[in-house]
Nanobody
Framework: QVQLVESGGGLVQTGGSLRLSCAASGRTLSDYGMGWFRHTTGQEREFVATISWDGVMSYYSYSVQGRFTISRDNAQSIVYLQMNNLKPEDTAVYYC??????????????WGQGTQVTVSS
């Protein structure tokens, strides 16, 4: 299991931006496909975006397409999620994880603590 640490969440107004970061404790992420997910109380954890190990391919959920961008810096072993034009419905705890299927976001690693994103109207 790879321990993942998410950061960068916060409170932002509608239309604002945030950039989330994901790093591994003591490990490199450069060999893995990675994804971002989000969870709201009472709902299933939702796929947000995935990126291939080399950053060439990425996939997004329909709800964030055109507003969010997933990227990675393999030299720093960090995966980012740039979130623009945020909406109240983007409010959630955001998690990153290793994925073995970029299209479905299927994961096999344990989940980290996540980072809270709150978008006020």
């Amino acid at each position: 299991q790879v321990q993942l640490v998410e950061s960068g969440g916060g409170l932002v107004q509608t239309g604002g931006s945030l950039r989330l970061s994901c790093a591994a404790s003591g490990r490199t992420l450069s060999d893995y496909g990675m994804g971002w997910f989000r969870h709201t109380t009472g709902q299933e954890r939702e796929f947000v975006a995935t990126i291939s190990w080399d950053g060439v391919m990425s996939y997004y959920s329909y709800s964030v397409q055109g507003r969010f961008t997933i990227s990675r810096d393999n030299a720093q072993s960090i995966v980012y999620l740039q979130m623009n034009n945020l909406k109240p419905e983007d409010t959630a705890v955001y998690y990153c994880n290793i994925v073995n299927n970029l299209r479905t976001g299927r994961t096999y690693n344990s989940w980290g603590q996540g980072t809270q994103v709150t978008v006020s109207s």
